[in-house]
């Protein structure tokens, strides 16, 4: 199906907790949009099935080249994936393709360990730091129907309009 | 039609409640805003969108009544629809931090100001109460053509003739 439309807020499917997803080849296709809808737009380095309007567990990140990064496992696509150890605390501004209008500051973990599997069922266990931790927990939170939104404790302190925004 | 409604007065229950209700029985829409305590007084900045049956002189008439329970300051203006298009370029933040002295918002505006860098955001304040620290953080664009280096230079300098504290740096956004 190549590239989808990604979904803005207010659609109710990004608040809406997204169901387990079956390995095999429906969830191969599912990762084969995701990626060629994370490709579709430079600045993007990951999405969530629920951004592209199909309430799963399932996700791709790729933090290849970013500046930022620590860890870089590359592409990511992950099924099912569980937080299952956080440590540390870093707070960046964050923005989303789904709320693109604005941005805001976002504490998270500085470190993650994270348990999924690949579309096919192998499988996975990543530790993430630093920028690629970031990606994995903002991703993870949308499976959860939460947005970055969720994660502030101030509108005038940690939340601005978008000065900017490069597709 | 919008306005920009401010409304300042010492701090108490209640002040956003009658402000807003006036507001809202005149068909107003408050869109952005900001209201905060500042140096004890609670200050209200509001962007409200009127019918076109409103006007701001009648809302500001409006207004006495919480005015005059609250020992209000208040203005209503008619502004601009759209705000205007402000220029490309790169997003900064500068922190000034320092022993209080009178000028030192005017100063770092003015240095940014001479390079064509626009505030979009700034707030300061005043902590401590024997030596009390001046802690100022705002948001800045530097335009495309316009040379960061020099303006951080030209921050350094001052910092050192005001003897206050400066950083400035890029503010990294990242879409995820």
């Excluded at chain 1, 696509?77 to 569980?82: A, G």
């Excluded at chain 1, 923005?95 to 693109?100: A, E, R, T």
């Excluded at chain 2, 790169?90 to 100001?113: E, F, H, M, Q």
């Amino acid at each position: 199906m190549g590239a989808r439309e990604v979904l803005r807020y207010p659609h109710a499917t990004l608040k809406t907790a997204a169901a387990d997803v079956e390995p095999g080849p429906a969830a191969e296709q599912l990762a084969r949009d995701l990626v060629d809808t994370m490709r579709a737009s430079p600045a993007c380095v990951g999405i969530a099935a629920p951004q592209i309007g199909v309430s799963a567990r399932a996700f791709c990140i790729d933090v290849s080249g970013h500046r930022r990064a620590k860890t870089n496992h590359g592409l990511v696509v992950m099924i099912n994936p569980v937080v299952v150890k956080r440590d540390g605390r870093d707070v960046m501004r964050e923005g989303c393709m789904s709320l693109p209008d604005l941005t805001a500051n976002v504490g998270r973990a500085e470190r993650v360990t994270v348990e999924g599997s690949s579309p096919q069922g192998e499988r996975l266990t990543i530790e993430a730091e630093g920028f690629e931790a970031r990606a994995f927990q903002h991703e993870i939170d949308h499976l959860a129907g939460l947005l970055f939104l969720d994660r502030v404790s101030s509108l005038t302190a940690d939340v601005f309009p978008r000065k900017r925004y490069d597709r | 039609m919008h306005v920009a409604v401010t409304a300042v007065g010492a701090d108490r229950p209640g002040i956003a409640a009658a402000v807003s209700k006036v507001l809202y029985e005149h068909g107003g829409n408050v869109e952005d805003s900001r209201m905060a305590i500042l140096g004890g007084n609670f200050a209200m900045m509001l962007i409200v969108a009127l019918p076109a049956s409103a006007d701001a002189a009648s809302l500001e008439r409006a207004l006495s009544g919480p005015a005059e329970a609250f020992d209000l300051i208040v203005a209503v203006r008619p502004v601009a629809e759209a705000s205007p298009e402000h220029a490309e370029g790169t997003n900064y933040v500068v922190t000034v931090y320092g022993a209080d002295k009178p000028g030192i918002v005017y100063r770092v505006c003015s240095t940014l100001a001479s390079h064509r860098v626009n505030v979009t955001d700034l707030a300061t304040r005043i902590v401590g109460e024997e030596r009390p620290v001046y802690v100022m953080i705002l948001e800045a664009t530097v335009p495309a053509g316009a040379d960061a280096a020099e303006v951080e230079a030209d921050l350094k300098a001052l910092s050192a003739e005001l003897s206050v504290d400066v950083a400035f740096h890029p503010l990294e956004e990242e879409t995820l």
